[in-house]
C-alpha cells in the first residue's frame, strides 16, 4: 500500500482496499470508532452456493492499528443470507 503520510487518510484508504466502506466515525473516548459495510456482497449461501435470501445483519468489531496515536475499533455490518432452496 502506498502511504500519503496522513495517518487518518491511509486508514481510509485500507478499509477501501479490503472491500469496506466507511458509513460513520466517531471519538468514543479511549479509542476510535469506524463503522464499515462491505462494498459488494455475495448473496450466495456459504453452505449449498444457492441464491441466498437476506435474513439480518451482524456487527463484527476487529483491531485496528491506531490513528493518530488513538486504538481503532473497526465495526462491520455483515449480511446474512440463508438459502431458499429446501431439501427433503
Known amino acids: 500500500m502506498h502511504t500519503t503520510g496522513n495517518l487518518v487518510a491511509d486508514t481510509i ?3 477501501a482496499e479490503i ?9 468514543a473516548g479511549l479509542f476510535t470508532a469506524i463503522d464499515a459495510a462491505p ?7 456459504p453452505g449449498c452456493k444457492h ?3 437476506l435474513r439480518d445483519h451482524v ?8 490513528v493518530v496515536g488513538f486504538p481503532t475499533r473497526l465495526h462491520v455490518r455483515v449480511p ?3 438459502s431458499s432452496v429446501v431439501y427433503l
Open 13 to 15: 484508504c485500507r478499509t
Open 19 to 27: 472491500g469496506l466502506t466507511i458509513t460513520d466515525a466517531a471519538d
Open 39 to 45: 462494498v459488494a456482497v455475495d448473496d450466495q449461501c
Open 51 to 53: 441464491p441466498g435470501v
Open 59 to 66: 456487527t463484527r468489531q476487529l483491531v485496528d492499528l491506531p
Open 80 to 82: 446474512v443470507t440463508s
